[in-house]
């Protein structure tokens, strides 16, 4: 119980003295988090619009398998993407392992599934007199996608936040790909495993809270805005 | 709403639930008894010696042994600080002897050894090959200096008892280790475990600081080679310490003091001296035994059964 106490106490100082190592890190944190999912949101979004509006053989499958893809495991497309930058890998010669672009491609790939899926799950809740009337007066494809996902808008953004705080939190991805450097890959959940192992629980539990209470900052203002 | 006989009947329900959790958790926790758990470095556990030194253990004795922490040194130490574990088998002197001084733990006993490797890129581009290890050192750090495209240094940077090694080395170069430290883009903070930080080092093709039996585990899929193996600057002394009991009431003092008597034990030396030969060409460990010089261990802690008795307060 000591160390949730102080760690509590010590994520405030942390935050209150703006300690500049933490800082850094939060800031990196969300820096590469929010690039892989702006990145993400822009491709799979109107992907996950293009799969619902289109009929075609084994779009269920698909869409079932997007779904499985929702608890890929962190650690699993750590390897992969590892494979793939490794310097005896296919993509090896771009140098991107051990960089946070490395890490952006890793989380994009993490977070995709659940973009897409989302997004798809988002888009069957808008009416289809509401498609079928864009049709009618004359839209094309692209626009009646835009016009359901501005219907869904909300559910969208909640997809969106919920793909944020997978990014942002996982450790699988930020380990192996960006590999914990200091000054240079080092994000939250990683200096909290290093921390841990470090045997300074009091603050990997306040790098914990801070985790938490950017996730919380991050809940209330959507909610905020959906309460508009 | 309810009604009431409904309510009662779901009450029950819950409360039988409840009964069922308890006799469940109480019958695990009776096993607590004969049950022994070990926090330890990752070398020990990683190449697989310190389970099959269990394994041995459980066989000649009706008891159950687990490694819940193995992550190195540096937790380690804050398991057993916390009573969590009732053994700590780690590689740090220097922490080992703050450990029993705090009354955390009962009394030191080294029971093996090998060496420290400096490994690095074939081509070894800041000329390390030949000198010893804080020579080398000092030459990989000016070399970084002046050519950090070309000569890169990975560091643990996590506590463990490797990091401290590599500390104490920088510091018999004659750095500062903070000044090491931020000293430029040479010197790569991996905070990593040895596995990873190898992988890394491979990867970047960079210099680092390992353990002999981590590297020799690693081998095969790394193109590092290692540059410097011996001496006594890179000695890697390895020690068991059971925890305290008049500190931490509850930890399993007897079975850990059984256990460090069957790690110093001539059977368990011979598997030590031995284990790794049929795999790798040759053993990963050195045996303690009759080698307490060269560990630099007193007689009183060096591969004796244990003195200090399991009285609690």
């Keep these: 119980m000591e160390e949730i106490w102080n760690g509590i106490l010590r994520a405030v100082e942390l935050i209150v003295t703006l300690n500049p190592e933490v800082m850094?890190?939060?800031?990196?944190?969300?820096?590469?988090?929010?690039?892989?999912?702006?990145?993400?949101?822009?491709?799979?979004?109107?992907?996950?619009?293009?799969?619902?509006?289109?009929?075609?053989?084994?779009?269920?499958?698909?869409?079932?398998l997007i779904q499985t893809l929702y608890g890929l495991p962190t650690v699993?497309?750590?390897?992969?993407?590892?494979?793939?930058?490794?310097?005896?890998?296919?993509?090896?010669s771009l140098e991107l392992l051990y960089t946070p672009t490395g890490m952006v491609i890793g989380q994009m790939i993490l977070i995709s599934p659940i973009l897409i899926g989302l997004t798809i799950s988002a888009l069957r809740g808008v009416s289809p007199h509401i498609r079928d009337t864009a049709i009618s007066l004359g839209a094309d494809e692209s626009q009646v996608i835009r016009t359901i996902i501005k219907e869904a808008r909300f559910a969208v953004i909640a997809a969106v936040l919920i793909g944020f705080g997978r990014a942002l939190s996982e450790v699988g991805v930020a380990m192996m790909i960006g590999g914990n450097i200091r000054d240079y890959t080092r994000v939250l959940t990683t200096s909290i495993a290093l921390q841990?192992?470090?045997?300074?629980?009091?603050?990997?539990?306040?790098?914990?809270?801070?985790?938490?209470?950017?996730?919380?900052?991050?809940?209330?203002?959507?909610?905020?805005?959906?309460?508009? | 709403m309810l009604s009431k006989g409904l309510l009662m009947q779901r009450n029950l329900r819950i409360s039988m639930f409840l009964i069922a959790l308890i006799t469940v958790s109480a019958a695990l926790s009776a096993a607590d008894e004969g049950r022994l758990k070990i926090a330890t470095t990752s070398s020990l556990y990683d190449t697989g010696l310190l389970e099959s030194i269990v394994?041995?253990?459980?066989?000649?004795?009706?008891?159950?042994?687990?490694?819940?922490?193995?992550?190195?040194?540096?937790?380690?130490?804050?398991?057993?600080?916390?009573?969590?574990?009732?053994?700590?088998?780690?590689?740090?002197?220097?922490?080992?002897?703050?450990?029993?001084?705090e009354g955390d733990g009962l009394e030191r006993r080294c029971f093996a050894y090998n060496y420290f490797y400096i490994v690095g890129p074939d081509d070894d581009p800041a000329?390390?090959?030949g000198l010893n290890a804080s020579q080398a050192f000092k030459s990989i750090m000016e070399s970084g200096l002046s050519n950090p495209n070309q000569v890169k240094f990975i560091t643990r940077g996590d506590l463990s008892g490797t990091h401290s090694k590599e500390q104490s080395l920088w510091k018999a170069a004659g750095y500062d280790y903070s000044a090491v430290n931020t000293s430029g883009p040479w010197y790569v903070d991996a905070g990593s475990p040895?596995?990873?930080?190898?992988?890394?080092?491979?990867?970047?093709?960079?210099?680092?600081?390992?353990?002999?039996?981590?590297?020799?585990?690693?081998?095969?899929?790394?193109?590092?080679?290692?540059?410097?193996?011996?001496g006594d600057e890179l000695l890697n002394v390895y020690s068991a310490i059971a925890i305290n009991p008049e500190k931490h009431p509850g930890v399993n003092c007897q079975l850990a003091n059984q256990f460090i008597d069957y790690l110093v034990s001539p059977e368990c030396q011979e598997i030590i001296g031995t284990y790794g030969q049929e795999?790798?060409?040759k053993p990963l460990f050195f045996k303690g035994e009759g080698n307490c010089e060269v560990m630099g261990c007193s007689a009183e802690e060096c591969v004796v059964p244990t003195q200090a008795g399991c009285a609690q307060a």
């Design chain 2, 127 to 129: 000329g390390v090959s």
């Design chain 2, 279 to 281: 795999q790798y060409g």
């Design chain 1, 76 to 92: 699993t497309v750590g390897l992969l993407v590892f494979l793939l930058l490794s310097r005896s890998g296919p993509f090896g």
């Design chain 2, 194 to 230: 040895m596995g990873a930080t190898l992988i890394m080092a491979n990867e970047k093709s960079a210099y680092t600081l390992t353990d002999m039996s981590t590297f020799m585990a690693y081998k095969g899929n790394l193109t590092l080679v290692p540059l410097i193996e011996g």
């Design chain 1, 196 to 228: 841990t192992s470090m045997g300074n629980l009091e603050t990997s539990m306040a790098l914990g809270i801070i985790l938490i209470g950017i996730s919380m900052i991050l809940n209330l203002s959507l909610s905020r805005f959906q309460g508009r």
């Design chain 2, 55 to 101: 394994d041995q253990f459980i066989e000649k004795n009706d008891a159950t042994v687990q490694i819940p922490s193995h992550g190195g040194t540096g937790i380690a130490i804050a398991a057993g600080q916390k009573g969590d574990v009732d053994l700590l088998i780690v590689h740090d002197k220097a922490r080992e002897v703050n450990f029993i001084e």
């Design chain 1, 24 to 64: 850094e890190i939060t800031a990196r944190s969300l820096f590469i988090s929010f690039t892989a999912v702006f990145l993400a949101a822009i491709i799979d979004i109107p992907l996950g619009g293009l799969i619902e509006l289109r009929k075609f053989r084994g779009k269920r499958a698909l869409v079932d």
